[in-house]
């Protein structure tokens, strides 16, 4: 759901069985979807933005649900419960000065 957000097709992008690269998508959540990126040394600079951007998504799923119409409500009620708990994994790799990492 974060992906369609971003206008995301992950089917076409490698490493979720596609071969489109990562290094052309202009989002700040890319970080949230390239696994190379996200498990390398990559730079905190950017999870200011990753943080702004999920606050955003998160008020519009808080008023107007997932971008997914197909979504039914307890699963539009669990995701917007993750992207909360991931938010806040988010703020606190901000306030530590700690890198995420997907394993």
Same mark, same amino acid.
């Given at each position: 759901?974060?992906?369609?957000?971003?206008?995301? !097709? $992950? &089917?076409?992008?490698?490493?979720?069985?596609?071969?489109?690269?990562?290094?052309?998508?202009?989002?700040? *959540? @890319?970080?949230?979807? !390239? $696994? &190379?990126?996200?498990?390398?040394?990559?730079?905190?600079?950017?999870?200011?933005?990753?943080?702004?951007? *999920? @606050?955003?998504?998160?008020?519009?799923?808080?008023?107007?649900?997932?971008?997914?119409?197909?979504?039914?409500?307890?699963?539009?009620?669990?995701?917007?419960?993750?992207?909360?708990?991931?938010?806040?994994?988010?703020?606190?790799?901000?306030?530590?000065?700690?890198?995420?990492?997907?394993?």
């Amino acid at each position: 759901m974060l992906a369609a957000e971003e206008g995301l !097709d $992950l &089917d076409s992008m490698q490493d979720f069985g596609g071969s489109r690269s990562w290094h052309n998508v202009d989002s700040p *959540l @890319r970080l949230m979807f !390239d $696994l &190379d990126y996200i498990n390398s040394e990559h730079p905190t600079s950017e999870y200011p933005a990753l943080a702004d951007r *999920l @606050r955003i998504i998160r008020s519009r799923w808080s008023t107007y649900g997932p971008a997914d119409d197909e979504a039914s409500p307890s699963m539009t009620i669990d995701q917007l419960e993750a992207l909360s708990k991931l938010l806040s994994v988010v703020e606190l790799c901000l306030s530590r000065g700690e890198r995420l990492r997907v394993c």
